[in-house]
Nanobody, 128 residues
Framework: QVQLVESGGGLVQAGGSLRLSCAASGRTFSTVSTGWFRQAPGKEREFVAAIMWSTGTTYYADSMKGRFTISRDNAKNTVYLQMNSLKSEDTAVYYC?????????????????????WGQGTQVTVSS
């Protein structure tokens, strides 16, 4: 079992930036990829981006390209999501998930994917 803890959320003005962190512990050797997802009020959870631990290969939702950047620090077992030029529509709870599938596969499965482990989420609120 892999435990995931998200942090870095908060309140930010439109146009600002935030960096989210997803720290993994436990049986991390079994994880191939870690991804970020988000769920806005009244909406389904959607895929944001994913990254593969061994190669650093990334996969993004089309709508997230350009403003969001996913990265990882293998030594710290941590995945980051750098979010720039934030908009009010980015307001959501952001979750990370870990799985044995590739980053692309996580993206294709999307927010309803049955992934191995999920974090509890971190709230991001963008004020306009």
């Amino acid at each position: 079992q892999v435990q995931l803890v998200e942090s870095g959320g908060g309140l930010v003005q439109a146009g600002g930036s935030l960096r989210l962190s997803c720290a993994a512990s436990g049986r991390t050797f079994s994880t191939v990829s870690t991804g970020w997802f988000r769920q806005a009020p009244g909406k389904e959870r959607e895929f944001v981006a994913a990254i593969m631990w061994s190669t650093g290969t990334t996969y993004y939702a089309d709508s997230m390209k350009g403003r969001f950047t996913i990265s990882r620090d293998n030594a710290k077992n941590t995945v980051y999501l750098q979010m720039n030029s934030l908009k009010s529509e980015d307001t959501a709870v952001y979750y990370c998930a870990a799985d044995r599938s590739t980053a692309r596969a996580m993206g294709l499965k999307g927010g309803t994917g049955d992934f191995g482990s999920w974090g509890q989420g971190t709230q991001v609120t963008v004020s306009s």
